[in-house]
């Protein structure tokens, strides 16, 4: 029996690319999973899909920047499933542009995403899993939460924070069982580069993403982490396609 079989997992931003992915594999390992975005309809097509190849899943529209919305997902995965296994806070926007174009709304709009929604996650589950004396945190952080490129700056400090935020994690829940990893992807195909506007580095980001890998990729790296026995925790993976410099 897969080691994944029965956890209970949430992830957000289920409605495409790495979450939806992910959804599709956990399901397929017999995960009961609370799938999160925004766009309802996405999610229920998804949930319609894994129920129909025999997995389990629920969904709630839900916004990651709302600590409520958050701590009803984890509520609701409770009254559903009896326990939270594991969170994968996978939302995240890339609205690449330069400092001098001021673009504040973009920077705000990350920080709450990439930042702050990770955070009301952790928030959200860390009570019952410190409880229950055993969970499980996936944070999506980036290759850009290693290295800062030029136009990438505000999306870089909001990955790096991940970072921070996973390893801070680990280090004040390792006494109760609780398992913290950070995966940072490369480029991988998926409807994030969509939200760059700038068209002075658009471009360039098409070019390096004409390179990119499934999100299936990442999908499986989740999977993995996950089905390690409770006391091996992976804790930081960085999955490039082979050809990215
Ligand atoms: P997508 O744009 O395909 O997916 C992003 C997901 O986040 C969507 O499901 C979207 O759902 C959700 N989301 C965005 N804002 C919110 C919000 N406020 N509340 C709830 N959900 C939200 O991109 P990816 O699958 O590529 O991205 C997944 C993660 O992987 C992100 O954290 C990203 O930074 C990271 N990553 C991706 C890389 C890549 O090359 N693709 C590289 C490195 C890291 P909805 O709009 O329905 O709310």
Do not use: C
């Not at 599709?24 to 609370?34: D, Q």
């Not at 926007?93 to 702050?116: E, G």
């Amino acid at each position: 029996m897969s080691n994944i079989q029965d956890k209970v997992v949430i992830i957000t931003g289920a409605s495409s690319g790495i979450g939806e992915a992910a959804a599709k594999e956990l399901a397929s390992k017999g995960a009961k999973l609370v799938l999160a975005a925004r766009r309802g309809e996405r999610l229920k097509k998804l949930q319609e899909e894994i129920q129909n190849n025999g997995g389990q899943a629920i969904y709630k529209v839900t916004d990651v920047t709302s600590h409520d919305q958050m701590e009803e997902l984890a509520e609701l995965a409770l009254q559903e499933f009896g326990k939270i296994d594991v969170l994968v806070n996978n939302a995240g926007v890339m609205p690449h542009s330069f400092l001098y174009k001021k673009r504040i709304d973009d920077w705000n709009k990350m920080i709450d995403v990439n930042i702050k929604g990770v955070l009301y996650g952790i928030a959200a589950v860390l009570p019952t899993m410190r409880e229950q004396k055993s969970g499980h945190v996936i944070n999506l952080s980036s290759v850009a939460g290693h290295f800062v490129g030029a136009g990438s700056t505000v999306y870089a400090g909001t990955k790096f924070a991940v970072r921070a935020i996973s390893e801070g994690l680990r280090k004040e829940e390792a006494a109760n069982n609780i398992r913290s990893t950070i995966i940072s992807p490369g480029a991988v195909t998926s409807e994030l580069i969509n939200a760059i506007t700038d068209m002075d580095l658009k471009p360039g980001i098409e070019k390096i993403y004409e390179g990119a890998i499934d999100a299936d990729a990442i999908a499986r790296a989740i999977a993995f982490a996950i089905e390690q026995p409770a006391d091996v925790a992976i804790n930081e993976m960085i999955i490039r396609p082979t050809s990215q410099e």
